[in-house]
């Protein structure tokens, strides 16, 4: 053997003998130790678990430096280079809990937030669509929590008193101008986008972030799916009408195509309603959905929808006894482009813009009335995550809302015509301050300038929340919202102030495993709301920022998935005291759209023999005020109360691997009597009184039957 | 300088050779600890271990296979929700990782339906609609990559047999199953003793159970 081999050899047999032993203990931040973290140097097999003092020894033949990693579900993991320049080494290590973990505290208060997550939600996408009562429409579910109620005439949301512009909606961060379909007199309107789109949604009550403005009352965030998770076709046959779709996966990212055909006739020939339909609604619409990733955790997404429909109702005309011919036509054209990325360890950039049209035309008899809306949005936002305790998050954004309205009387062969043009530049910055353990602080500030109105606000928000225990927590919230009045106003002034309310929010949250109990008691105050002194043909007279009011409400919440084998029920009950003078009110009073006492009830029961989700809904809401012209106590009256209880019924197969529902479902199913309000005639009859015409649900009882298909 | 030269040359040769060995020897230690476990804590031990052979050998699937396994083994184990939800969370991170590996193997998948089988029990009413689809889907994937494997089908069969037959499940739906992972389990052949190999002590004693019922009904 030559000398070399054996220096060699000596070497290696050194080397492997000569081991460093490395001694420690891991322990939680509250040091007590941790059983079953994995310690181990990296890139190796090497390594231990700690026992049940949290000790572990390893020993290694590595000499000079490793990187020691330590390891534990639910813990943050450590990586530390430690150099082995001694026989024996001792660590000890504290690991801080994972700050994404469900277990912390998190602000609450007025918000519902509903993801895809597996566990603790209060409300999912799949709940929608398998809501009774909600018919497959996110805003029919919303009706169903607490805060919320449906204006039934317009199927529009009404939270906490304020009326349905209050509530804006945002898809991925970006406002969608025009939520709701278009609709006929006294028929409801849905939700534009189908629940299926959205993998997480935050209902927000009160008290938002002030990443969020010029929404009074609500904001409504719908996250839309990152990349689809592979190809499929999807093709959907309702009463309703019929959808076909296509999406294909690359490796990084994901395309689907999408196109609908809806027609009422064979819903209208089903249903016994009181309409009197010259064309029933028929509406085309297409949709254009791209994702992709883009380097280290970068997304893009982008979202274009068209959609056009046609109607023409004969509508009863109470000033002369006869029917109005109605003919809407109107087209809308939404598009959304968001790029996220991660810029660095600590910081996320979020842009977006998004543009939405829409023209709606109406012809009533020989007149045209035309609507025409063009806004923008941009945003850039930025989230810095200093560490675990503290976050920041600000951004700028800018809208831009074109509006103009047209005129046209057939009988004068006048035009009048009313615009505006509105850039609104926004910028906020708010801080998430984890105190400790179990108290957060959130402090936010917002300001815009609206170019219309020539003015500035300042809006202040602050949110605590302190957990008590791992199942309860006490939040408060306060905020001020501002928001430009609605464009029918802004159309004939500028000489408006923004609307303005105040919000106080004191909220108390119970929740273990599968069961959820919130109470929230909440004072909101209005000032500068719209006044005027009454509402010709060509227009609002005198409109002035005069107005005030208050919204004092409780909203309860008690969701149970535990207590019964496969059911899931909730309760949900509001009470409202709400006063205005705004508009045209005469005095302060309950406005029209509250009712007081607001009742949900939802049960669901999964029954997996075959694979069947069963859901009933109880709806109860106290009369809603009216105006009685017989009546000379303004807004005193109160329509009966309002009772609903719907079924529905959603199959899932799995038919030769294609994913399937077959759905199903009643609304008023014991055909309740309902009254939403009072139509009164212009003139007084005979006897000196205003003849009353009861606005009702269209038809007694709603069916939607569907098969939803997924082929891949 | 010759001899200096070979002499690295073989070292190298049996250095790669050994590092081959230590993997081999480092996943039989595992799956001998994995045979022998008889604690709670001895399932964590064991999931550290193929975890840190899953992390130094990137281009191997078994060790994450395991580690996730235990995982979800743990899960069952666990009674805290929250918990109980990690666990799961971190064996589905974990199979997702081992399917880019290997995107067809059977194994995975039979593993991958067992993890959505165990989703639905942290949520019956929420999961079930969605996961117990996602969970024959990857059962049928399974089966569809390799149909000798018994494991898709004992899973299956477990499953129905633990479920009411007021909701599907029972005896009457569980047993052909079981009766048919017996069989596959019977002229099983691992490809390589590191392969996966579990379930069938489990599936005699379902057997069993198939076998009093139908006693009974005669």
């Given at each position: 053997m030559k000398i070399s081999h054996i220096i060699l050899l000596i070497l290696v047999f050194c080397s492997s003998n000569a081991q460093t032993i490395i001694n420690g203990t891991v322990k939680n931040a509250r040091n007590k130790p941790l059983t079953g973290a994995n310690i181990f140097i990296k890139g190796t097999y090497t390594g231990a678990t700690s026992d049940t003092s949290g000790f572990f020894s390893i020993s290694t033949p590595i000499k000079d430096t490793c990187i020691l990693v330590i390891a534990f579900i639910g813990y943050k993991t450590i990586e530390q280079e430690i150099s082995l320049d001694q026989e024996i080494i001792t660590i000890s290590y504290n690991l801080t809990e994972s700050?994404?973990?469900?277990?912390q505290v998190i602000i609450s208060a007025g918000t519902f937030e509903a993801g895809d997550k597996k566990r603790s939600v209060l409300l999912s996408s799949l709940d929608i669509v398998t809501t009774?009562?909600?018919?497959?429409d996110i805003y029919g579910a919303l009706?169903?929590?607490?805060g919320a109620q449906t204006e039934g005439e317009t199927g529009k949301i009404i939270v906490r008193g304020g009326e349905s512009h209050e509530m804006k909606t945002f898809m991925d961060g970006m406002l969608?101008?025009?939520?709701y379909t278009s609709r006929m007199p006294d028929i409801p309107a849905r939700g534009?986008?189908?629940?299926?789109?959205?993998?997480g949604i935050l209902f927000s009550t009160g008290g938002y972030s002030a990443e969020y403005g010029q929404a009074l009352s609500s904001v409504l965030e719908l996250n839309t799916e990152a990349l689809a998770e592979e190809s499929l076709t999807s093709i959907s046959l309702l009463n309703v009408g019929a959808g076909l779709g296509y999406t294909h996966r690359f490796n990084n990212s994901s395309f689907t195509l999408e196109a609908d055909y809806n027609n009422l006739a064979p819903f209208f020939a089903m249903a016994r309603h009181n309409l009197d339909w010259e064309k029933v609604p028929e509406s085309f619409s297409g949709q254009i959905r791209y994702r992709k990733k883009t380097g280290h955790e970068g997304m893009i997404k982008s979202f274009l929808s068209y959609s056009n429909s046609n109607s023409r109702l004969n509508y009863p005309n109470y000033s002369n006894g006869t029917k109005d011919k109605i003919g809407l036509n109107d087209e809308n054209l939404f598009q959304t482009t968001t790029y996220n990325t991660k810029l660095g360890e600590k910081w996320i950039m979020k842009t977006g813009l998004a543009f939405n049209f829409s023209r709606e035309n109406f012809d009533i008899n020989n007149d045209k009335i035309r609507d025409k809306l063009h806004s923008y949005h941009a945003k850039m936002s930025f989230n810095h995550y200093a560490d675990k305790n503290l976050t920041l998050k600000f951004g700028v954004e800018s809208f831009n809302h074109q509006n103009q309205k047209s005129y046209y009387s057939g009988e004068l062969s006048e035009d009048y015509s009313q615009s505006y043009n509105d850039y609104l530049f926004a910028g906020y910055a708010e801080s998430d301050i984890r105190v400790h353990k179990s108290f957060a602080i959130r402090i936010g500030m917002r300001s815009e300038y609206s170019t219309y109105i020539k003015l500035t606000n300042f809006a202040p928000r602050i949110s605590l929340a302190y957990q008590i225990s791992k199942t309860g927590q006490f939040s408060f919230a306060f905020g001020n919202f501002f928001q430009n009045a609605d464009n029918d106003f802004l159309l004939y002034t500028d000489s408006l102030n923004f609307e303005h309310a105040t919000h106080y929010i004191l909220n108390y949250q119970y929740s273990s495993n599968n069961r959820l109990f919130r109470i929230e008691a909440y004072h909101k105050q209005y000032n500068n709301l719209i006044t005027y002194n009454s509402q010709e043909q060509t227009g609002y007279q005198l409109i002035n920022n005069n107005g005030s009011g208050n919204a004092d409400g409780l909203d309860i919440f008690w969701r149970d998935k535990e207590t019964f084998t496969m059911a899931d029920y909730w309760i949900s009950y509001s009470y409202i005291d709400s006063k205005r003078k705004y508009r045209d009110f005469p005095v302060s009073a309950t406005p029209y759209f509250v009712s007081k006492h607001n009742l949900s009830v939802v049960y669901k029961y999964w029954v997996p023999k075959i694979s069947t989700q069963l859901s009933a809904s109880f709806k109860f809401r106290s009369g809603r005020p009216y105006y009685n012209p017989?009546?000379?106590?303004?807004?005193?009256d109160r329509t009966k109360s309002f009772n609903d209880i719907s079924l529905s019924f959603s199959h899932l197969n799995s038919l030769f691997g294609n994913f399937t529902i077959v759905y199903f479902s009643c609304n008023n199913v014991f055909g309740f009597d309902n009254t939403f309000g009072y139509h009164f005639e212009s003139e007084p009859d005979d006897t000196g009184t205003y003849q009353a015409h009861p606005i009702q649900p269209y038809a007694r009882r709603t069916f939607i039957i569907g098969i939803f298909i997924s082929i891949k | 300088m010759k001899t200096i030269l070979s002499f690295f040359l073989t070292a190298s040769v049996t250095l790669s050779a050994y590092s081959q060995t230590g993997y081999e020897t480092a996943m039989r230690e595992g799956l001998d600890s994995l045979n022998s476990i008889r604690s709670l804590e001895d399932f964590q031990n064991v999931a550290n271990h193929f975890e840190r052979i899953a992390n130094a050998e990137t281009s191997e699937w078994l060790p994450g296979y395991y580690a996730a396994y235990c995982y979800v083994v743990l899960s069952f184990k666990e009674q805290e929700a929250g918990r109980k939800e990690k666990l799961l969370l971190k064996s589905e991170n974990l199979v997702n990782q081992i399917l880019q590996i290997k995107p067809d193997e059977s194994e995975i998948f039979a593993l991958q339906g067992m993890l959505y089988q165990s989703f639905i029990n942290l949520d019956p009413q929420n999961n079930a609609p969605v996961y117990s689809a996602k969970a024959n889907q990857a059962f049928d994937r399974s089966i569809d990559l390799n149909s000798d494997n018994p494991r898709p089908y004992y899973l299956k069969g477990m499953n129905l047999m633990y479920t009411p037959e007021a909701y599907g499940g029972g005896m009457k739906t569980a047993c052909p199953l079981i009766e048919k992972a017996n069989e596959l389990f019977g002229r099983f052949v691992k490809e390589n003793d590191l392969m996966p190999d579990w379930g069938k002590d489990y599936n005699t004693q379902l057997l069993e159970k198939c076998g009093e019922e139908q006693a009974k009904a005669r």
């Open positions: 700050t994404s973990e469900l277990d009774a009562n909600a018919e497959g009706n169903m929590l607490p969608i101008s025009t939520p534009r986008f189908s629940p299926f789109l959205f993998n017989n009546n000379d106590s303004f807004m005193s | -």
